[in-house]
């Protein structure tokens, strides 16, 4: 059974700071890991979707890095901002035979706060 | 191009009635998912629809239910709501289903009373 593990649960940053956020999964068997970001109380806004054959995405001051083979993405902000300040979770959408298959599995997400 | 459109975005029942939530998905999307979100479960795949059909399901009651027309927009529906259904219900859009980006709308905050 796929599980999603994001370490740590909480983090805060003095603002301009890089940010580095950890996923991790146990079945290498996926379609591809999506990062999404969730302020409270809303929806999810899809940040970078990476596909299993890649290695690694960018968009703006965003990168995400995906090793399958050792079950784990990264997902950097560089020069973080007060606005960035969110809950940001991965899941990874399964494939093969699995009871995971065409599911998007969610990690816990990391709470990120950004201080002035 | 407008996002995934989720009504109404606030309920509130009563333990034994029965709820029913709406998703409409992005234009040109013909695939959509639905997810609970609780703060002790987390975020759990309800099931998914493609072209009216039922692709995919998740571990959850048959009180859970839904359905998907001809336009692609999708009902949700839950039968004899429980106080633990209170939740978050948010709706995905996607292309093709598989092995694509998932779109999400803004929820639908359901407390069960």
């Known amino acids: 059974k796929q599980e999603v593990t994001q370490i740590p649960a909480a983090l805060s940053v003095p603002e301009g700071e890089n940010l580095v956020l950890n996923c991790s999964f146990t079945?290498?068997?996926?379609?591809?890991l999506q990062w999404f970001r969730q302020d409270p109380g809303k929806g999810l806004t899809s940040l970078l979707l990476i596909q299993s054959s890649q290695r690694e995405q960018t968009s703006g001051r965003l990168n995400a890095s995906l090793d399958k083979s050792s079950g784990r993405s990264t997902l950097y902000i560089a020069a973080s901002q007060p606005g960035d300040s969110a809950t940001y979770l991965c899941?990874?959408?399964?494939?093969?035979?699995?009871?995971?298959?065409?599911?998007?599995?969610f990690g816990a997400g990391t709470q990120v706060v950004v201080t002035p | 191009k407008a996002g995934v459109t989720q009504t109404p975005r606030y309920l509130i029942k009563t333990r034994g009635q029965q709820v029913t939530l709406s998703c409409s998905p992005i234009?040109?999307?013909?695939?959509v998912s639905w997810y609970q979100q609780t703060p002790g479960q987390g975020l759990q795949f309800l099931f998914e629809?493609?072209?009216?059909?039922?692709?995919n399901k998740g571990n959850f009651p048959g009180r859970f239910s839904g359905r998907q027309f001809s336009n692609s927009r999708s009902e949700m529906n839950v039968s004899t709501l429980e106080l633990g259904d209170s939740a978050l219900y948010l709706c995905?859009?996607?292309?093709?289903?598989?092995?694509?980006?998932?779109?999400f709308g803004p929820g639908t905050r359901l407390t069960v009373l």
């Open positions: 629809y493609f072209s009216e059909t039922q692709r």
């Open positions: 079945d290498s068997a996926i379609y591809n």
């Open positions: 995905a859009s996607s292309f093709p289903p598989g092995a694509d980006e998932q779109f």
């Open positions: 234009s040109g999307h013909r695939s």
């Open positions: 899941a990874v959408k399964g494939r093969g035979t699995t009871d995971s298959w065409g599911k998007l599995q």
